[in-house]
């Protein structure tokens, strides 16, 4: 398994895929440059005039709707037509759902205009997608991953697809498989975009292998190893964003194998 997730990364280090993002003002230069760092090529493109000439030509397709206004939710829809007609992987990240009447709608005339390979949010922001009682609290999450994992488990039924939940462990899972990574970094908590981060990487790893779920357990099982690698110098929020990127570019095989701690369920 976990030489499998490796090869995974190792390919995007190799292949450079083109990653199209649609994401929010916020994070668009920490996720290019995780996206440089795994070796991935990002491109950030949300124009209406461009989103379909650049899907077509994108291994996959980031979608975050941190930052929302009515024409990025065009350019966004336009985007995932064009990806799906093309059958390139789209990821989406629900920032902040259930927080506002229009971020819900927004949401869900996404998901109903096509069905997202991945959806990769927090506890609260998963439960919020199927709209269930959670409360979310802006960007935070109010739950526990482990708690999202019913909600998440019936997402993914419903989309066919993957559902990733980011918590204290991170928690992969599709109609018939769990996975759990198990490397916490909770000053990941205290830098903002670091789930976003994890979502665009998670496009970078959906852009060389057709297993969504292998992929999705690459960029996170990633995420965690390159934390650990992190902290183990950073003194804090700021140098921990440095260490980060260092750890990411430096990412080889013996650190993944040793550091990434994956546990796998099926059912």
Not at 36 to 48: D, K, R
Not at 162 to 187: H, M, Q, R
Request: hydrophobic share 45%; net charge negative.
């Amino acid at each position: 398994m976990l030489q499998q997730l490796w090869e995974t990364v190792k390919a995007v280090k190799e292949q450079a895929p083109l990653v199209h993002n649609i994401t929010n003002y916020v994070v668009m230069n920490n996720s290019a440059n995780a996206l440089l760092a795994l070796g991935a090529s990002p491109v950030m493109a949300h124009a209406l005039e461009e989103v379909e000439d650049m899907a077509g030509i994108a291994g996959s397709l980031v979608i975050n709707i941190g930052t929302l206004e009515p024409q990025w939710v065009e350019a966004m829809k336009k985007a995932m037509i064009t990806a799906k007609r093309k059958g390139t992987p789209i990821v989406i990240d629900p920032v902040g759902l259930g927080a506002t009447p229009y971020r819900n709608e927004a949401f869900a005339s996404l998901i109903d205009t096509v069905k997202p390979t991945v959806i990769r949010g927090n506890g609260s922001e998963i439960m919020a997608a199927l709209s269930t009682a959670s409360a979310t609290k802006g960007v935070d999450s109010t739950i526990s991953a482990q708690a999202a994992t019913d909600a998440a488990t019936e997402l993914a039924g419903i989309t066919n697809g993957t559902v990733c939940i980011s918590g204290e462990e991170d928690w992969i899972i599709t109609s018939t498989t769990k996975a759990k990574v198990l490397n916490n970094i909770p000053l990941y908590t205290k830098v903002t975009g670091m789930g976003c981060t994890a979502t665009a990487l998670t496009g970078a790893c959906l852009a060389v292998t057709s297993d969504p779920f292998m992929a999705t357990l690459a960029a996170m099982a990633t995420m965690g190893v390159v934390g650990e690698v992190a902290m183990q110098k950073a003194q804090g929020p700021g140098t921990l964003q440095l260490y980060f990127l260092d750890a990411l570019y430096n990412l080889n095989e013996d650190t993944f194998m040793d550091k990434a701690k994956i546990e796998v369920i099926h059912e």
